[in-house]
């Protein structure tokens, strides 16, 4: 079992930073695929970003690209997202989630696909 714990979030200006962290428990996350999700009011849950196990793969929506980056470090257990020149559409509930993987450059995409989830964290991005 994976427990994951979302934190970093909160209120921003247009343009501004933030950088959210996914803490894990009860297993390391080596060969554990991450990925980061959010959902906003009305709207279904959408990939961010998401990395394989190594880091040496990742996968960016297009909405992001060039503004979030996505990182983890094994050792400590921890995933991250860097969001730069955030913007109002950034707004939503962020989720961290987690899938074992057989491959170490396996990114996994469909929020169907993953196996553990956070309990989400919110980011608000005012104009």
């Known amino acids: 079992q994976v427990r994951l714990v979302e934190s970093g979030g909160g209120l921003v200006q247009a343009g501004g930073s933030l950088r959210l962290s996914c803490a894990a428990s009860?297993?390391?996350?080596?060969?554990?695929?991450m990925g980061w999700f959010r959902q906003a009011p009305g709207k279904e849950r959408a990939i961010v970003a998401a990395?394989?196990?190594?880091?040496?793969?990742?996968y960016y929506a297009d909405s992001v690209k060039g503004r979030f980056t996505i990182s983890r470090d094994n050792a400590k257990n921890t995933v991250s997202l860097q969001m730069n020149s955030l913007k109002p559409e950034d707004t939503a509930v962020y989720y961290c989630?987690?899938?074992?993987?057989?491959?170490?450059?396996?990114?996994?995409?469909?929020?169907?696909?993953?196996?553990?989830w956070g309990q989400g964290t919110q980011v608000t991005v005012s104009s």
């Open positions: 989630a987690a899938t074992l993987v057989s491959k170490h450059t396996i990114v996994i995409r469909t929020p169907q696909s993953y196996d553990y």
């Open positions: 009860g297993r390391t996350l080596s060969m554990y695929a």
């Open positions: 990395i394989s196990w190594s880091g040496v793969s990742t």
